[in-house]
């Protein structure tokens, strides 16, 4: 419960801040970015309520007491003051900004349900881009890195179309491929459904074989999630390395470069 509880705080930080705290392995990511994004959606939801019960009640209330007394609202009619008091509400920027984090909880949770993604807050995003540029941070490996704000925003979409479509696709098991090329080796998974954390250039190990990502792109349905992977001549397990359980028999798995 722990875990799952520290991982709905830890999903809404970029996935450098995440690898920082060493608990890959420990957190049910799928899971905690899934209550995550619920939560803050309801939190929003929640919040937006009350702010709208709280500031329309009170512009309005203030509006009539001027009315009363004989006030610029005196020529106003009574309805037409209710109706203002919403429009202030409505272009007003908290009111914006709540609404932001409501629809970006709907947004996480519809990545980790569809996707298995685990999408952080944007704001955290920007500080932890921003803190790139300034301090002339490079991109590491597979972090969470925004080189600007418009790759940023083609990534949320992306995400986005991808879990809408892969809600209208059935689990299927995944196929796998190897092929060669000249004296390299490479695995082609074709799989229904995204996999979490599957980023280049990840390494991943399938039983004792070890490669690493090059490539991940979008295919054609029932299996429109490819992922292309270069075999290694040799890996070090770590909490880094993603672990795949390939759906071949265990006679045609491959075994340890030689």
């Known amino acids: 419960m722990w875990r799952l509880a520290l991982g709905m705080v830890l999903a809404l930080l970029p996935r450098r801040w995440r690898r920082g705290f060493g608990l890959e392995e420990a957190i049910p990511w799928a899971r905690s970015a899934l209550l995550s994004g619920l939560a803050e959606s309801l939190l929003a939801l929640i919040a937006l309520v009350y702010w709208y019960s709280h500031?329309?009640?009170?512009?309005?209330?203030?509006?009539?007491?001027?009315?009363?007394?004989?006030?610029?609202?005196?020529?106003?009619?009574?309805?037409?003051?209710?109706?203002?008091?919403?429009?202030?509400?409505?272009?007003?920027?908290?009111?914006?900004?709540?609404?932001?984090?409501?629809?970006?909880?709907?947004?996480?949770?519809?990545?980790?349900?569809?996707?298995?993604?685990?999408?952080a807050t944007l704001p955290l995003v920007g500080v932890d881009?921003?803190?790139?540029?300034?301090?002339?941070?490079?991109?590491?490996?597979?972090?969470?890195?925004?080189p600007s704000a418009k790759a940023q925003w083609q990534e949320f979409v992306f995400s986005l179309k991808q879990g809408v479509m892969a809600l209208r696709l059935p689990h299927l098991e995944d196929e796998c491929r190897e092929t060669g090329e000249g004296v390299e080796s490479f695995l082609e998974i074709h799989a229904s459904h995204a996999k979490a954390e599957w980023n280049p250039p990840r390494v991943v190990r399938m039983g004792d074989a070890y490669y690493r990502l090059e490539h991940a792109v979008q295919g054609k349905p029932p299996r429109p999630f490819i992922y292309r992977l270069r075999r290694l001549a040799a890996g070090v397990p770590g909490r880094t390395v993603l672990v795949y359980e390939s759906p071949l028999p265990a006679k045609e798995r491959p075994g340890p470069a030689s």
């Open 129 to 146: 881009w921003i803190y790139g540029k300034f301090s002339g941070r490079p991109p590491e490996g597979d972090s969470k890195h925004m």
């Open 55 to 119: 500031s329309v009640t009170t512009w309005a209330a203030n509006a009539l007491d001027s009315a009363m007394r004989n006030g610029p609202e005196a020529r106003v009619p009574g309805q037409a003051i209710g109706f203002s008091a919403l429009v202030l509400w409505l272009i007003h920027p908290l009111t914006w900004c709540v609404g932001y984090f409501a629809l970006e909880g709907l947004v996480r949770l519809l990545a980790a349900v569809s996707t298995e993604q685990v999408v």
